[in-house]
């Protein structure tokens, strides 16, 4: 079947974040349909991160955000830049911005899931900073979300905490994808938070990639892509 869209011309607002809603192979009308929750990366765009989203085959609704944090006219982030760039700030302190911004992403996918009351929990998917968010939602709010996708990304490790029994049996899946030419977050890091998601007890696959600096591939594009297919189906 060919893929169809429609796509709202301008940005809702919601629980304090702007975002695109976009409905594919489905009636922008039905509550039941999943959503997919898309962040994009450093400086972008809700579209811009959508295009990576084109070719999905599921019934689907996306709601694409835009970061609250303006990077230049038409860009934004999800971490303050001004005065200070995130980035620069010492780690405890990265840390304990990046539990806030998660805590407020949780009200959001509340509310839009309170919205919309899909079939079953979100997937969130995100690259780069919005892959960090992605992270923090599948490690601290995963009871929001049936599936966490994070691209390029990074955690503080500190935020992980052992799961207990009863939380297993509930826990949503984490599949990280990611290049082993990543200069900016390099694979032998990413294999250090699998690692210790593991032995905190989450389920957690990582998908990597030979060739891939901090960018998105055709390859890994296109199997995300089944991926999040398959887990809607099921």
């Excluded at 082993?180 to 905190?200: E, F, G, M, Y």
Aim: charged share 25%; glycine share 4%.
């Amino acid at each position: 079947m060919a893929q169809q869209t429609v796509t709202d011309q301008k940005l809702n607002e919601l629980s304090g974040y702007k975002y695109r809603h976009v409905t594919v192979n489905a009636d922008s009308l039905d509550n039941k349909i999943p959503i997919i929750v898309g962040l994009h990366w450093r400086g972008s765009t809700p579209d811009e991160f959508g295009k990576f989203l084109k070719d999905l085959k599921s019934p689907v609704r996306l709601i694409l955000l835009q970061g609250q944090y303006p990077d230049d006219e038409a860009n934004h982030s999800f971490f303050k830049i001004v005065p200070t760039d995130y980035y620069t700030l010492p780690t405890d302190e990265k840390m304990k911005i990046l539990l806030q911004e998660g805590e407020k992403l949780s009200e959001f996918i509340k509310a839009i899931t309170h919205k919309y009351k899909p079939i079953k929990k979100p997937v969130i998917i995100g690259a780069s900073q919005g892959g960090d968010l992605s992270y923090v939602i599948g490690i601290r709010y995963n009871n929001l979300v049936s599936l966490s996708c994070p691209l390029l990304a990074t955690i503080d490790n500190r935020i992980v905490k052992p799961l207990s029994k009863k939380l297993q049996r509930q826990i949503s899946e984490i599949e990280v994808f990611h290049g082993i030419a990543d200069k900016i977050v390099l694979i032998d890091t990413v294999k250090q938070h699998v690692q210790v998601l593991r032995d905190s007890k989450f389920k957690v696959d990582l998908h990597s990639y030979k060739d891939n600096t901090h960018s998105i591939s055709n390859k890994m594009m296109t199997e995300f892509t089944e991926l999040i297919d398959r887990h809607l189906i099921n």
